[in-house]
């Protein structure tokens, strides 16, 4: 059965600073990955997803994510976050197109001045 | 292009009251989901809908949750009884559809808190 794990629940950063989210999934066949960020009483909004090809995905807001395989890791990474980044953010795999999403349970990231 | 809308947007109920929510997927989107997402963990899929028929509701527990898509747009979920376990954010997803390579675009939600 498919799962994914956040390493971290909690991540404090100072701005301007680089942060990466960890990210391990386990499966036995082909996944697609994504990242999605969730604000306060917002809904999630897709950040980036990995489908095939390049295993460096970039994304929106200057986020950027590396597929890798023998790892079974998609690790989330920002070269300098903004107070605006913080948020909770969540990593999902999907074993197929149009299936459902598992997600791992969120890691927090709190950006301070 | 007009996002996934959901509602209520809150909603505070006693246990073992009924409870209904709706949603409006993006238009032309042909698959449509509800996920359950408890504090402090990630959104777990409830069922799926391919149009108007049922793709996955292994986890909706079907003695007190029910869902419907009625001409394949929108959605109701309704949970009867309700219990204290069951407060929680209800989110509401859509994507185009199979052979596609898809997004799943979320709604704001719905925040139920059972009492």
């Known amino acids: 059965a498919q799962s994914v794990t956040q390493l971290d629940s909690q991540v404090p950063v100072f701005e301007e600073a680089p942060v990466e989210l960890r990210c391990n999934y386990s499966?036995?066949?082909?996944?697609?990955l994504f990242w999605y960020v969730q604000y306060p009483n917002q809904g999630l909004q897709l950040l980036l997803k990995?489908?095939?090809?390049?295993?460096l995905v970039k994304g929106i807001n200057g986020f950027e994510a590396e597929f890798n395989k023998s790892q079974t890791s998609f690790h989330l990474r920002k070269p300098s976050v903004h107070i605006s980044d913080t948020a909770e953010y969540f990593c999902?795999?999907?074993?197929?197109?149009?299936?459902?999403?598992?997600f791992g349970q969120g890691t927090e990231l709190s950006v301070k001045p | 292009e007009a996002g996934v809308a959901q509602s209520p947007r809150y909603k505070i109920i006693e246990k073992r009251q009924s409870v209904a929510f709706w949603c409006n997927p993006i238009?032309?989107?042909?698959?449509l989901y509800w996920y359950q997402q408890i504090l402090g963990q990630g959104p777990k899929l409830l069922i799926q809908?391919?149009?108007?028929?049922?793709?996955?509701d292994s986890q909706l527990p079907k003695d007190r949750f029910s869902a419907e898509r009625l001409k394949g747009v929108d959605s109701t979920l309704k949970i009867q009884p309700a219990k204290l376990e069951d407060s929680a954010v209800y989110l509401c997803?859509?994507?185009?559809?199979?052979?596609?390579?898809?997004?799943?675009?979320f709604g704001p939600g719905t925040r139920l808190t059972v009492t």
């Open positions: 997803a859509s994507s185009l559809g199979p052979g596609t390579v898809y997004e799943q675009y």
């Open positions: 499966s036995s066949v082909s996944v697609y």
């Open positions: 990995y489908l095939s090809g390049s295993t």
């Open positions: 999902a795999v999907s074993e197929g197109q149009g299936g459902k999403l598992i």
């Open positions: 238009s032309g989107h042909a698959t």
């Open positions: 809908f391919q149009n108007n028929g049922v793709v996955d």
